[in-house]
């Protein structure tokens, strides 16, 4: 496969205003995807683009739209929007393609571009690629004629459809009356819509971080700070907190005492529950190979398999719609629930978390650990350059700290897709021994990186 030059492993992302995420990439991007899906057929094309809240949104999309446009594609503007609203309007809105402008947990100065297919799902590899090879053309190649122009419009209603898909995840027998819900939303693309769904299905909703001024996305608040949700669920007592992140494709959890829970749990939770029903498919769980050794054992223990992918939530996609499961998701909270969306859905796996807590009649802290998690070391080693993991004396360490876990235990060790680090995992029952071989093989990578 050929190097890619502005893709990483989840679309486009970069700080706003710095290559790539500048205005004149976007146009291409625009420019580029614009040429290729008009290059079908010769029917009318359309385009689905959404956004989070950050400030740089106001530039980069105006430019995706220039380029679309003028290549002759239809633009319909979401306006903010959750990733996977988008994913959904994709497909609903029979579109060729979707954009959303995000860069989900990272801070306001950073931006990003994910483009999805007209079945809701990331493009793979090889059409980013084809994109690429497009993007380094003259900006004047390819125009379309005045008359062909595309039309631009914007969707007044598409958070209200996104509000009605997520409400109808719930099951129709029951309802949230009762409960007393913190929802933060990161002051991110669900500030709106989050609220609303859980609202509407009967909650008591207490929202925080739902006031964006454009810089204030994921700053000290939603999953990736979930204390923000802690103390709302503290002070107003409430039964459950949920914490979206800027682009509300992932969820952290806490019980009503305040106990944050991660990915792993919650799937857990939604797996046992749903193998007692018949409703889970392809007999387990697809998640990642940073997934707790404790969730594979709940599985086990249910006669359930824990499959693993690599990190990254395109890949575990990619193996549930191969294996036919319908549950799978990431430590870090991307859950994916295919019978509902074709992406990471933060409120859709919370409201499966509610539907648990509502049937199940307990409190959030009787369901909330549902397994005890093994304990995990993690560290990484930075590298300036080179290929540390094809050192001899690394992978002699790697092999040797194998042995010393004997079957009791995992060792992950892989280098980042998106910056110079060699990020090393290791987990096991004996806490001592998992700390003490992290530390011996990152000593071998910081030699061998020397």
Known sequence: MSKRAYFGTDGIRGQANTHPMTAE????????????????DDRRHMVVIGKDTRLSGYMVEPALVAGFASVGMDVRLLGPMPTPGVAMMTRSLRADLGVMISASHNPYTDNGIKLFGPDGYKLSDEREIEIESLMDQGLHEGLSAPTELGRVARVDDSQARYVEIAKASFPRRLSLAGLRVVIDCAHGAAYKVAPVALYELGAEVIPIGVAPNGMNINEECGSTHPEA???????????????LDGDADRVAICDEKGLVVDGDQIMALIAGHWAKRDRLTGGGVVATVMSNLGLERFLAARS????????????????????????????????????????????????????VLKESDKPMS???????????????????????????????????AEQKLNGSGRIVVRASGTEPLIRIMAEGDDEKLVSQVVKEIAGAVKKAAA
Not at 229 to 243: L, N, T
Not at 325 to 336: A, K
Not at 389 to 399: G, S, T, Y
Request: proline share 3%.
């Open 25 to 40: 990439v976007a146009l291409r991007v625009g420019l580029a995807a614009g040429k290729l899906f008009m290059s079908q």
């Open 229 to 243: 949700m802690v103390r709302a669920v503290r002070e107003y007592r409430a039964d459950i907190g949920i914490a």
């Open 304 to 355: 359930l398999k824990l499959e693993r992918t690599a990190v990254g939530d395109r890949s575990v996609m990619v193996r549930m719609r191969e294996g036919g499961f319908n549950l799978g998701g990431e430590q870090s909270g991307h859950i994916i629930l295919s019978d509902y969306s074709s992406t990471g859905d933060g409120l859709l796996a919370a409201l499966q978390v509610l539907a």
């Open 366 to 400: 009787a369901l909330a650990r549902q397994f005890e998690p093994v304990p995990q070391k993690l560290e990484n080693v930075r590298f300036a350059s080179g290929k540390p993991l094809d050192a001899e004396p690394v992978k002699a360490v790697i092999a040797d």
